[in-house]
C-alpha cells in the first residue's frame, strides 16, 4: 500500500484543528480546546495502529461537539486496488443505524396522532399475523418493536447473512413468510433484538403516511436535517470510488475476503441505509442542538427525550433500550445511540447527550467500532482536566522535539509519545485498553521526563539522546534505550 495513501485528512477541518493545536504549536487560550486537540492526537494515531495492525482496508472516524464536527479522519483505502484513500466523505453501509431513521419516522406520525405505540400491530398492518402459540402473553406493540422486546424472531426466515450472495428478501416475501413464524417469547419479557420488528416498524410508517417507506423518509427525515449523503440504498454507481467496497473477517492467513454488494430490499428500514461520517456527525448535532433548544425540527424535542428513554430493561439489567435507541449507563454516564453490522460493513453513533459530544466510526471490514468509540471517549475524559502535581511543568519545552514512535521490540510492536498537559503520554500501540495503559512523564529539565504515578508522585526518570543535528533519536528507561522510529506516515 502506499503510505501516502494511508490516511487523508477532512481538508475543511485543517483550519479548526490548526486552531486547536493539533496541526500547529501556536498555543490556544482555550483549555478546553486545547485539551480535546491533545486527546485527538492520540486517538488518531490510535485509530492509525489499528487500520494498520489489523489489516482493515478502511476507517473513517469523527468526533461530534455540539454542533460541530470537531474532528474527522480516513485511514487506509476504499476501493479493491488500494489506489483511493478513505475519508470523512466515504461511504459506508450503516446497517442497523438505519433503524434510528425508521424510528423517527414511525414517532412522526406518533405525533401526528397518526399511531399509537401500545396498539396491537395489528392495527395498523393486519397482515402481521404471527402464528399462535400457547404461551399467554400482552400483544405485540410498535413499542414493544422500538425496544427489542416484543418477543419476535430476530430474522424474516430467510438466509440473507449468508454469503456469498446476501439474498435479503422483497417485501411480498417477508408478508407471506410472517404468518408461518411464531413468537420467540411472550411480548415484554425479554429483550431480543429484531430486524424483523423494525422491518415492520417502518411497513406501518408506509401503511399510515401513503408514501412509500423509502420516499417519505427521504422528504421528512433526511432532506430536512440536511442529510444529502445519507441513503436508503446501496449507490452502486459510487462503488468503489466512494462507496467503501466490503469484506469479511480476517482469515488466519491475515487476508480477508472482497465480498459481493447487497441490496437489503425488504429489510431496508432496519439494515438498509448508506452514509458518511460527516452525514451521521450532522445528524448527532441535530440531536444535540434539538434537545438544548426544544425547539421543534423534525421532531418536538420531547419526543427525541422519549426516545432516549429507558423504554425496557432486560431482566438480567444488562441491557436497556429506549424507541429506537441503544441506551448504556457506564462509569457514571448514559450513551444513546446504535451499531450497524452487515456484510462488509460495521459502524457505530455513540451519543453522550449530556455534554453534547458524540463519536462515529465505520470501517469496511467485521470489526469492532463499538468498543472504538468506548476507547475514543475514555481519551477525551482522561484528558479533560488533567494536569500534573505540583510544581506545573516547565513552559517553553518543546515537547514536539520528543513526539513519534519508539520501537518496543521484542516484548512489544511500537510506543508513541505526544504532548500532554505540558508533558508527555506514552501508550503501546495497537492496545485494546490504550488509556490503562498510558504513562505519562513531567519534563525536568535538559532531555529528562520523570514518570508520574496516578496519585501525582514521581517515579523513574527517562532520558531522552539527540544526534550530532540536536534531533531525538531514543530514551532511555532502566538503562534499555528505545530507538525512535523512521517516521510513520
Not at 117 to 129: F, H, M, N, S, V
Not at 365 to 386: C, H, M, N, Q
Amino acid at each position: 500500500m502506499n503510505k501516502l495513501f494511508r490516511r487523508q485528512t477532512c481538508a475543511f477541518l485543517c483550519p479548526l484543528l490548526m486552531s486547536l493545536g493539533i496541526a500547529a504549536q501556536t498555543p490556544t487560550p482555550d483549555k478546553a480546546a486545547k485539551e480535546r486537540a491533545e486527546a485527538i492526537r492520540v486517538v488518531d494515531t490510535w485509530l492509525d495502529s489499528i487500520q494498520v495492525y489489523e489489516h482493515i482496508p478502511a476507517i473513517s472516524a469523527g468526533v461530534v461537539a455540539g454542533d460541530h464536527l470537531l474532528w474527522s479522519k480516513g485511514y487506509g483505502t476504499l476501493d479493491a486496488d488500494h489506489k483511493i484513500p478513505a475519508a470523512p466523505d466515504t461511504i459506508y453501509s450503516i446497517c442497523s443505524i438505519s433503524k434510528l431513521f425508521t424510528s423517527i419516522s414511525l414517532m412522526q406520525q406518533y405525533e401526528q396522532g397518526k399511531v399509537r405505540l401500545d396498539e396491537p400491530i395489528t392495527t395498523y398492518l393486519p397482515w402481521a399475523k404471527l402464528k399462535a402459540t400457547d404461551e399467554d402473553s400482552v400483544p405485540i406493540t410498535l413499542r414493544g418493536m422500538l425496544s427489542h422486546s416484543a418477543g419476535l424472531p430476530r430474522e424474516s426466515d430467510f438466509p440473507y447473512w449468508s454469503g456469498p450472495d446476501f439474498p435479503f428478501p422483497t417485501r411480498e416475501q417477508i408478508h407471506e413468510m410472517i404468518a408461518k413464524q411464531a413468537p420467540l417469547f411472550p411480548a415484554e419479557r425479554y429483550f431480543q433484538y429484531s430486524n424483523l420488528g423494525l422491518t415492520l416498524v417502518g411497513e406501518t410508517v408506509e401503511a399510515v403516511s401513503g408514501q412509500p417507506y423509502a420516499d417519505y423518509a427521504k422528504t421528512h427525515v433526511l432532506d430536512p436535517i440536511g442529510l444529502h449523503d445519507t441513503r436508503t440504498f446501496m449507490p452502486m454507481d459510487l462503488y468503489g470510488k466512494r462507496l467503501a467496497v466490503g469484506y469479511g473477517a480476517l482469515k488466519r492467513d491475515g487476508t480477508r475476503d472482497l465480498l459481493k454488494p447487497f441490496n437489503a430490499r425488504g429489510i431496508t428500514p432496519a439494515a438498509g441505509y448508506t452514509s458518511t461520517v460527516e452525514d451521521l456527525g450532522k445528524f448527532a448535532s441535530w440531536q444535540f442542538h434539538l434537545l438544548r433548544t426544544g425547539k421543534e425540527d423534525v421532531l418536538k424535542a420531547s419526543t427525541l427525550h422519549e426516545m432516549q428513554r429507558v423504554q425496557f430493561m432486560d431482566p438480567g439489567w444488562k441491557v436497556s433500550y429506549g424507541l429506537g435507541f441503544a441506551i448504556q449507563h457506564k462509569e457514571n454516564h448514559t450513551y444513546v445511540g446504535h451499531g450497524g453490522d452487515c456484510p462488509g460493513y460495521q459502524t457505530i453513533l455513540m451519543l453522550r447527550p449530556e455534554d453534547e459530544l458524540g463519536v462515529v466510526l465505520m470501517d469496511n471490514s467485521s470489526e469492532r467500532p463499538g468498543a472504538w468509540a468506548t476507547v475514543v471517549f475514555a481519551i477525551l475524559d482522561k484528558r479533560k482536566g488533567y494536569e500534573f502535581k505540583a510544581p506545573a511543568p516547565s513552559a517553553g519545552v518543546d515537547l514536539e522535539a520528543y513526539t513519534g514512535h519508539y520501537s518496543g521490540q521484542p516484548w512489544e510492536s511500537e510506543a508513541i509519545m505526544l504532548p500532554w498537559a505540558g508533558g508527555l503520554v506514552s501508550l503501546s500501540l495497537p492496545d485494546d485498553d490504550p488509556v490503562a495503559g498510558m504513562q505519562f512523564y513531567k519534563p525536568k529539565g535538559g532531555d529528562v521526563f520523570r514518570r508520574v504515578r496516578d496519585d501525582g508522585s514521581e517515579a523513574e526518570e527517562i532520558k531522552f539522546s539527540r544526534d550530532a543535528s540536536g534531533k531525538v533519536t531514543e530514551f532511555t528507561h532502566f538503562s534499555n534505550p528505545r530507538m525512535r522510529m523512521s517516521d510513520v506516515k
